[in-house]
């Protein structure tokens, strides 16, 4: 058996989901967890300490039976930049703000609207057509420090592109912290 479906299960039998399997230099084996999806549920839990705990000491005891050579075993949340993969994932977060990166810039496609050579967009994404998907954007032109903006200036013009998952080299969850604890307006 691989190491990736050796861990998958040992994940998968305690509850958990995983997320992304990482091994690096020097021994370290990354394994990141979340708790699986389920469209009905309107509140997601958070991962615990706790659970990282249970995955962890599991693993000890699986990949020693498997004689998996590492130095040591990291087990965490995905954070607030998860990788989004599978088409379950897109699903998952839809109606989110996500990071996109294109395996090939856009080109011609963009009809000038867009750079052509651009690759990397940070917008919303929608379910498309059939099993494509969608991330809506605005090109906000960006405000100095101490710089004051009008109330009166027009906010720049909503723009879209529709993309298959094999086009994407990566996609995650943009990072937005809101460190006031309110609300945007």
């Known amino acids: ?14 509850g958990f989901e995983l997320v992304e399997l990482e091994r690096s230099t020097g021994g370290l084996l990354r ?7 389920i469209s009905s549920q309107e509140v997601e839990q958070g991962i615990t300490v706790e659970d990282c705990e249970r995955v962890t ?11 998996v050579d590492y130095r040591r075993l990291e087990v965490s949340s995905p954070g607030i930049d998860r990788p989004l993969r599978s088409p379950q994932d897109f699903e998952r977060f839809e109606g989110y703000e996500v990071d996109l990166v294109l395996k090939a ?6 009809a000038g609207q867009v750079s052509a050579n651009r690759k990397k967009f940070r917008g ?7 099993s494509s998907w969608r991330i809506v954007w605005r090109d906000e032109p960006s405000v100095k420090p101490g ?3 009008s109330a009166k200036r027009p906010p720049a013009p909503e723009q879209a592109l529709d993309f298959s998952l094999d086009e994407l080299q ?16």
Not at 31 to 37: E, F, Q, R, Y
Not at 57 to 67: A, G, K, M, P, S
Request: charged share 20%; hydrophobic share 40%.
């Open 1 to 14: 058996m691989s190491l990736q479906t050796t861990v998958e299960d040992a994940v998968r039998g305690l």
């Open 31 to 37: 394994v990141t967890i979340d708790h699986p999806w």
């Open 57 to 67: 000491r599991q693993l000890q005891y699986v990949l020693e039976v498997d004689n």
């Open 105 to 110: 810039s856009i080109g011609a496609a963009a």
């Open 124 to 130: 919303t994404l929608q379910q498309a057509e059939g």
């Open 147 to 149: 710089q004051r903006v």
């Open 170 to 185: 990566s996609a995650r969850l943009a990072p937005v912290v809101d460190f006031k604890g309110r609300a945007k307006n």
